[in-house]
């Protein structure tokens, strides 16, 4: 079996969705109080908003004028992001 390549470059992942792709990745969450997992998520940009997303669970977002992130790479860092290259 071929493996992906998993990227953490997230600046290249940024000019990704605002070159308007959808790219799918993964992503580290607490399961249950503590139990870590990694699910498959999709990153998407939507009118300046950015999500990591999967299932209808939003695990993180980022928007310039948001206090919670200092950047889209520092919300995908604290998130634990990766994503695959795609094939363009």
């Known amino acids: 079996m071929k493996e992906y390549k998993t ?5 290249h992942l940024k000019e990704l969705l605002d070159n ?3 790219v799918v990745g993964f992503c580290a969450y ?3 109080g ?3 997992a990694t699910d498959v998520c999709r990153a998407t940009c939507y009118h300046g908003m950015y999500q990591i997303v999967a299932r209808g669970i ?3 977002c980022y928007w310039p004028e948001m206090a919670k992130y200092k ?6 860092e604290k998130n634990y992001i990766e994503f695959i290259e795609p094939d363009l």
């Open 7 to 11: 990227s953490k470059d997230y600046k």
């Open 30 to 32: 607490n399961f249950n």
């Open 71 to 76: 950047s889209f790479e520092d919300m995908c």
């Open 34 to 36: 503590g139990y870590h």
């Open 58 to 60: 939003e695990y993180c």
């Open 20 to 22: 308007g792709y959808q």
